[in-house]
Antibody, heavy 119, light 110 residues
Framework: QVQLVQSGAEVKKPGASVKVSCKASGYTFTSYGISWVRQAPGQGLEWMGWISPYNGNTKYAQTFQGRVTMTTDTSTSTAYMELRSLTSDDTAVYYC????????????WGQGTLVTVSS | QSVLTQPPSASGTPGQRVTISCSGSSSNIGGNYVNWYQHLPETAPKLLIYRNDQRPSGVPDRFSGSKSGTSASLAISGLRSEDEADYYCAAWDDRLSGVVFGGGTKLTVV
């Protein structure tokens, strides 16, 4: 069965960076895109961007342009999302999601990774 | 302020039919597919409806989606207590070149 297993919770200081991983199994990793979506406390879902493990192409939300980098390692079927210059507004649960047939169709989701930014 | 507009809350009694709306514009819903997600507390979101009105395998036919112009709707019939969750619509936005979500609708089964 399809599984997306994310790395554990992180606590970071303002100004730092965080890198969240998402290990995929149960399907051909390069046949689906990986998207990243976050949810701040008490807020709704927010799309951060998408990456194609097949060729490394990326699309980032304008809000995160210049501050986020998404990568993949096809040898381990793992996707990564790095977010830099963290502020308290970046405190959120970050999800990876398997994506195909359009950028907004998220077929399967990881369990989520809580990133807390606090001094 | 979300690009797609959803009512913040909805409610119904067991067995009832409820509808959740999602309003957008020509750059998102008007020209692209709408997908719906169910988000239960302490779990990951789940794809409920894709391409406006298609159900993934395993999603009960109590859930249905529709789209007309720049608006979309999610209908849940035969409401059950386990349907209590947050529901989100999502679509690609051509003007923003990104995916936009509705603000979410909290469904309560009273």
């Amino acid at each position: 069965q399809v599984q997306l297993v994310q790395s554990g919770a992180e606590v970071k200081k303002p100004g730092a960076s965080v890198k969240v991983s998402c290990k995929a199994s149960g399907y051909t990793f390069t046949s689906y895109g990986i998207s990243w979506v976050r949810q701040a406390p008490g807020q709704g879902l927010e799309w951060m961007g998408w990456i194609s493990p097949y060729n490394g192409n990326t699309k980032y939300a304008q809000t995160f342009q210049g501050r986020v980098t998404m990568t993949t390692d096809t040898s381990t079927s793992t996707a990564y999302m790095e977010l830099r210059s963290l502020t308290s507004d970046d405190t959120a649960v970050y999800y990876c999601a398997r994506t195909r047939d359009g950028y907004s169709k998220f077929d399967d989701w990881g369990q989520g990774t809580l990133v807390t930014v606090s001094s | 302020q979300s690009v797609l507009t959803q009512p913040p809350s909805a409610s119904g009694t067991p067995g009832q039919r409820v509808t959740i709306s999602c309003s957008g514009s020509s750059s998102n819903i008007g020209g692209n597919y709408v997908n719906w997600y169910q988000h239960l507390p302490e779990t990951a979101p789940k794809l409920l409806i894709y391409r406006n009105d298609q159900r993934p395998s395993g999603v009960p036919d109590r859930f249905s989606g529709s789209k007309s112009g720049t608006s979309a709707s999610l209908a849940i019939s035969g409401l059950r207590s386990e349907d209590e969750a947050d529901y989100y619509c999502a679509a690609w936005d051509d003007r923003l070149s990104g995916v936009v979500f509705g603000g979410g609708t909290k469904l309560t089964v009273v």
